[in-house]
């Protein structure tokens, strides 16, 4: 188990949650990988469970809400820690691929390991 500080990104939450998506497996591996308090923004939090809603899976996003708000293996980061610097590198960057959401990401990856199964957020963030 590795111990750091670590956030993960929505799409490694709903491969988590959803026992059919393709990437499942390696989501649960991914997240049983750290023994250490898991990390979350709000911006993630509302990703997550829109895109769970999304696919009919409303129980399971008011479960996960339970969850990371009624457990102290998790914290959720306040968008207003990280909303004046995500929108500086935002109207610096001249990426086309990423949202606002990833490129909040990018800019707490200074603070915080970040787990995503989204290959052109990984390839900035291995830069």
């Not at 935002?90 to 800019?107: C, I």
Request: glycine share 2%; net charge negative; hydrophobic share 40%.
């Amino acid at each position: 188990m590795v111990k750091t500080k670590v956030i993960f990104d929505t799409n490694v939450w709903v491969a988590s949650i959803i026992s059919g998506d393709s990437l499942h497996q390696k989501s649960i591996d991914l997240l049983e990988k750290y023994d250490s308090i898991i990390y979350l923004t709000e911006d993630i939090v509302s990703e997550t469970i829109t895109v769970l809603k999304r696919y009919g899976e409303v129980e399971k996003a008011k479960k996960f809400v339970d969850l990371i708000y009624s457990n102290s293996d998790f914290e959720v980061i306040a968008a207003t820690d990280y909303y004046q610097d995500t929108l500086a590198y935002f109207l610096k960057s001249d990426d086309k691929h990423l949202s606002f959401v990833d490129m909040s990401l990018v800019v707490l990856s200074k603070k915080y390991k970040i787990e995503s199964f989204d290959k052109k957020l990984r390839c900035i963030l291995n830069k």
